[in-house]
């Protein structure tokens, strides 16, 4: 039997990505603690395939989150040796099940938030402390690997995009902090996935796919296996340099769409000035307006003195019937501050 030389914890073994994952670490000789939940049958035969240790256990609870590190404290206490060791969470809430997205969204965001968000930001934090006792100095690779979105910090419409930002977003946020206080000890990495071809992705339909074609600059899905391939090298002493690094999955992201949506609007804007001198101006502010002779309404905040009739700066000021933008930098702004 070859010699482990890392020990690596799996969550959500079961899933497209996780098992993935799991399936491209067994075959560096790596030993593995699978985690899975729902899917026990699946769990078993994969860890039989893989001769890795499956746990199950529902990490959005506390008791779960005690069970699988508690399994992993036992399972470590019989490899002293390895060179390194490595937490991968890839568990995550399936928001897009018909039971799922039949609950409200106060609902649905709290499960992704408990799964996606919470789960691995305690797990990787009691990794840390147990590091800290246990391996002082040893294993100059040891790792935490995220899983986040691409779309956490761009942007997308939709409901079950604003839960995946809540929560996503808020663990990539959290890894960068992560890192800071893990410096020299652990290496804390995100991997950000785009449109990857899980089992919902295979059972998308004809929108889906041509959205896929569109945002990404390599035209299609993106498959489990290449995520698997991008997080074995994170853990690997390869990219031992690495770290603190939020790496977008996604083929490139296509901001062609983007552009095509701006030409539209402003063709709509042309349109819309030829019905009238008025049809193209937003309504005046109802907080301030710049009157003929002086201003009105002013901010609480603040006042406001005059110091040119040239321009006026000032975030969300409108004139009239128009906002008032100014030609250049320099000359602006025309109205100052004052205590």
Known sequence: MPTIRSLTVITGATGGIGSAIARRLASETAGLLLHGNTNAAALAGLSEELGARPCTADLSTAD??????????????????????????????????????SLPFEERARRAAELDLFAP????RRFADWRARRRRGRGVNDAVLFFSWDGAFRGMEGETAQIYALAKGGLAAFAQ????????KVRVLTISPGWIATAWGKKAGAAANQRVSRESLS???????EAADLAAFLLSDQARYLNAVNIPLNGGFSHRECREKQNQ???SRVEKKSAGPQANH?????????????????????EITKTSTTCLWWSGFQTGRRAVRPRRPDPCPTYSRVS
């Open 64 to 101: 779960g989150r005690d069970a699988l590190f508690s399994a992993f404290e036992d399972w470590a206490e019989t490899c002293p040796d390895a060179e390194s060791v490595s937490f991968v969470f890839a568990a995550g809430a399936d928001l897009m099940t018909p039971a799922m997205k």
């Open 219 to 225: 035209g299609r899905w993106g498959t489990p296996e």
């Open 282 to 302: 937003p309504p005046p502010s109802p907080a301030v307006r710049l009157k003929t002779g002086g201003l009105s309404a002013l901010p609480a905040a603040a």
């Open 177 to 184: 902090s992560l890192a800071q206080d893990l410096a020299g």
């Open 121 to 124: 930001v305690i797990l990787a």
């Open 265 to 267: 609007f402003g063709s």
